[in-house]
């Protein structure tokens, strides 16, 4: 059953939720803890097993056109044919072997959530400070916090000193959030309710004390886990359709075998013969290498994808990437570059472009000296602040805020040396930042005198201020509305702006005076859009892929980068979390379809839209990294997991996981995604004519009252020699040059459009005609039976093989992608020969498959027959060119 919504303990002053939990500052009793626990069981998450080993091997017979196989040679064991039955069989299992083998271990993201749960933690019991395991507390509990601890359950806070948490894994907040002790309308996100700690949240600065109200499955992190527990993964786009085929196929072989049993058992033909046909007919009709090349076919863009720096989980997720027609796109650190880096310097009343290597404008940047007032705002930036930097301060390893370590990368670049400076300048006191008071203070001594240097938001520091420095350094009038004019100019730009200001006496108490203070400047800061996403954000729009941000951050912001990237342009609305929070089904499916920028959104509703999207008919990427995102991952289509920064419980929901954290890696992706159907069209498109030509030659043969022309154990050579010497080969074809040009594959298209369902039939036809009609010329001849079936089945085999050429592109010729570009083509081939002229001159092969070398002249119109077919083929595509689907036709992307 699903964990009700909690309580709205952000809502409720901390005395009364600690009335209602039956506790008290000084914490539960260790009797009354115990009670509690048996009540309401250890705090950890629900875990729920998988398929065993014998499941997941049944599952793999569990397939239409299998159950065909396996009855076709139950029939044949029945008639005393141990060679067919035993080949047929053996052909069964080596299929559910190879997909056995390949299927990926199930997600485990209910134990990865688990496992993000801390396993100590201090609690007061008896009104002493204890420790003692995360899965013992019980609500009512008070749990002390401090920097580096990880939240053990949902706390409301009821002592909040300095305390900041990293809540970017459960709420897509870019940077730590400032925790207090006041309530929060009830109505308030879970971004904003910062009187609550999290379970899985992690303490970066301060302390802080709290009581539990939730514990295990009823925590924010257990909604999520029931969230995955009842979402179901659904289907992808590749076995949506593969089954929507197999199905066809099933019921159109089992046609074309009862119609030809019926017809020659009516014709008084023996039972016993017309059930081997029939047998034949199956068996020749079934396409037995298609879940081998499939399989093969994912796993060689598994490894391509590799090497791009994309990690499959999934084999499916290859292709389904190719077919995708929206991605969901998480901001911080997928789009941009996940750190603060300030842009712009205002002071003095002007604008100073800031950038890693070169300040702007100055005469001389770095050491070699900056206008004094700019000097003195870069000051302050390095000495009210608590980060730290490596000794290759820009660029370099950090430690601290990312807000703070951007102040000091900033500093670094224009000349200032941050630990010489706070090596000369010790401080003296300080006032630390709280959610109640937006700024922080610290007093340093400089020249042997006492200076306070303040930052914060500019509305807590502009009232205070009643002068300003100048460029040069000097005191001059302050005009509040120019400055902020500039700071939202600078918001709107999606700049985190941060105020500076000086102390007039050098004199620091509990909190800043009301008025005395001048005011410095300001430093806007931004985490950079990836240079490389916005290319991949161009590229996947022209390929017909639409980009949508759904992140945590701030409306402002979210939209600013959007339009830096490309996803959003001017004029584009931007919904929040709670804005997506008043709709209805129908209305959230058009908004999520119109808007592609959503901001302060919480897990639940990233799911929404991920299902609301779906329900638009679109195949849906998520990418993500934090807790929060587990679910969408988990129901989209494919899921996207951030490798280096991403969270575990994100990467066991997710099918993919990019190892660089890149967004441009998916471009990458979706190119190699449309490789693999490409490659999977050309393989069925191959295999398809044989099959039915074989088929059709067995059912016309019984229509016709004459022998059968070909076995079914040589149609299982012909089917499995080829599949694996010949289509395999298409697995290894290299992407064509126009893949990237052409619109998404429609989620409800069939695997093979019209154009290339006239072309399985042309080629089928060509086949049974040229098999069927030499192998009755010959008869008439005089060849021997097993001569003229030797002469059919090199028809196909030679056939099959001209057709391959043909293969090798969907719309040009062989040559397209290069003659010698897939190596595995002409070994293929060339395998494929000996084994046929094994097959045709080997006493042993004669023996096994009732086979006799053909007369010398046969071979002359086995091969005029195989390039007839791969001529007609060659005109018909240039005539329609290739498919259905015609290049250069993608989509605007929304």
Not at 5 to 27: E, F, I, K, T
Not at 771 to 797: D, P
Not at 806 to 816: A, D, I
Request: some cysteine.
């Amino acid at each position: 059953m699903a964990p009700e919504r909690a309580a709205a303990w952000h809502a409720r002053s901390p005395q009364d939720v600690l009335d209602a939990l039956r506790s008290s500052p000084h914490g539960l009793t260790t009797a009354d803890a115990a009670e509690r626990l048996r009540r309401h069981g250890p705090n950890r998450l629900p875990g729920r097993r998988g398929p065993g080993p014998w499941q997941r091997l049944a599952q793999q017979f569990h397939q239409p056109l299998i159950y065909i196989l396996l009855a076709s040679g139950a029939i044949a064991l029945l008639l005393g044919e141990w060679a067919d039955a035993g080949v047929i069989f053996g052909v069964v299992l080596v299929n559910a072997l190879i997909g056995f083998v390949q299927e990926g271990k199930a997600a485990d993201a209910l134990a990865a959530l688990a496992r993000s749960v801390a396993s100590t933690v201090t609690v007061l019991r008896d009104g002493r400070m204890v420790a003692c395991e995360a899965v013992e507390l019980v609500p009512g509990d008070v749990v002390r916090l401090g920097a580096g601890d990880k939240v053990p359950a949902d706390l409301r806070l009821f002592d909040a000193r300095s305390l900041q948490i990293a809540e970017a894994a459960l709420t897509g907040e870019s940077v730590a959030v400032a925790k207090d002790t006041a309530t929060v309308p009830a109505d308030g996100v879970l971004a904003e309710r910062a009187c609550m700690a999290y379970a899985g949240t992690l303490v970066t600065a301060g302390q802080g004390c709290g009581v539990v109200v939730a514990t295990g499955a009823d925590t924010e992190v257990g909604r999520i886990a029931h969230l995955l527990d009842v979402t179901d993964a659904l289907a992808t786009p590749l076995t949506r359709a593969m089954a929507g085929f197999s199905r066809v196929l099933l019921w159109l072989i089992l046609g074309l075998a009862v119609f030809g049993f019926v017809v020659g058992w009516m014709r008084g033909e023996a039972l016993a013969d017309m059930l081997m046909a029939a047998v034949a007919l199956a068996v020749g009709a079934i396409p037995e290498g298609l879940p081998a090349a499939v399989t093969v076919t994912l796993a060689i863009g598994v490894a391509r994808m590799a090497r791009r720096k994309a990690i499959v989980r999934r084999l499916p997720a290859v292709e389904t990437l190719g077919s995708t027609t929206v991605i969901c796109s998480d901001k911080t650190g997928t789009l941009t570059e996940n750190r603060m880096t300030v842009k712009v310097l205002w002071q003095g009343g002007r604008s100073f472009e800031w950038a890693e290597n070169t300040p702007e404008p100055s005469a001389e940047p770095g050491r070699a000296g900056l206008p004094a007032g700019l000097n003195e705002l870069l000051v302050a930036g390095v000495l009210c602040n608590d980060a730290r930097l490596q000794a290759d301060a820009a660029g370099g390893p950090a430690s601290g805020d990312p807000t703070e370590v951007a102040l000091l990368v900033a500093a670094d670049v224009g000349g200032l040396d941050g630990a010489a400076l706070r090596g000369a300048c010790p401080r003296l006191g300080e006032i630390p930042f709280d959610a109640a008071r937006p700024y922080m203070a610290v007093k340093v001594c400089v020249a042997d005198h006492p200076v306070v240097f303040v930052k914060g938001g500019l509305e807590a520091l502009l009232p205070r201020c009643a002068a300003q420095i100048g460029v040069d350094g000097c005191p001059e009038a302050l005009d509040p509305a120019a400055v902020e004019v500039a700071a939202t100019a600078l918001a709107a730009d999606g700049l985190r702006v941060l105020a500076f200001a000086r102390g007039g006496d050098g004199t620091l108490g509990a909190e800043l005076p009301a008025q005395g203070l001048v005011f410095l400047g300001l430093q806007a800061m931004q985490d950079p859009p990836r240079p490389a996403a916005i290319r991949a954000v161009a590229a996947c729009r022209a390929a017909g892929v639409t980009v949508k941000m759904i992140t945590g951050d701030h409306a402002a912001t979210a939209l600013a980068v959007a339009r830096q990237l490309g996803i959003a342009a001017d004029g584009d609305a931007v919904l929040t979390g709670r804005d997506l929070a008043g709709l209805d089904a129908l209305a959230l499916q058009a908004a999520a379809m119109r808007v592609n920028v959503f901001a302060r959104v919480e897990p639940a509703q990233k799911l929404r839209l991920v299902q609301a999207l779906q329900a638009g008919g679109e195949v849906v990427a998520m990418t993500g990294d934090g807790v929060n995102d587990a679910p969408a991952l988990k129901a989209a289509d494919i899921g996207v997991a951030m490798g280096a920064g991403g969270t575990e419980v994100a990467k066991e929901a997710a099918a993919m996981v990019l190892t660089d954290d890149n967004f441009a890696t998916l471009e990458a992706a979706v190119e190699a995604g449309r490789g693999v159907f490409d490659n999977l069209v050309k393989f069925i498109l191959w295999t398809l004519p044989t099959n039915f030509a074989e088929g059709l030659v067995i059912l016309f043969a019984v229509l016709a009252g004459t022998t059968l022309p070909i076995t079914p154990l040589q149609i299982l050579w012909i089917n499995m020699t080829t599949a694996v010497l010949l289509g395999m080969t298409l697995a290894f074809e290299p992407i064509e040059p126009d893949v990237m040009g052409r619109p998404p594959r429609p989620p409800g298209a069939p695997v093979l459009d019209a154009v290339q369902m006239r072309r399985v039939v042309l080629v089928g036809a060509l086949l049974v005609a040229a098999a069927f009609g030499l192998f009755l010329r010959w008869r008439g001849f005089g060849a021997s039976l097993e001569e003229a079936r030797t002469i059919a089945v090199n028809v196909f085999v030679a056939g099959e093989v001209a057709y391959l050429f043909n293969c090798r592109s969907l719309r040009g010729g062989f040559w397209r992608g290069g003659v010698l570009a897939n190596p595995w083509f002409w070994l293929g081939i060339g395998a494929m020969v000996a084994l046929q002229a094994a097959f045709t001159w080997w006493p042993a092969m004669n023996r096994l498959f009732a086979s006799a070398p053909p007369p010398p002249a046969a071979w002359l119109e086995i091969g005029a027959a195989a390039w007839a077919l791969a001529l007609a083929v060659g005109l018909e595509k240039r005539l329609t060119g290739g498919s259905a689907s015609r290049p250069g036709a993608a989509r605007i992307a929304r």
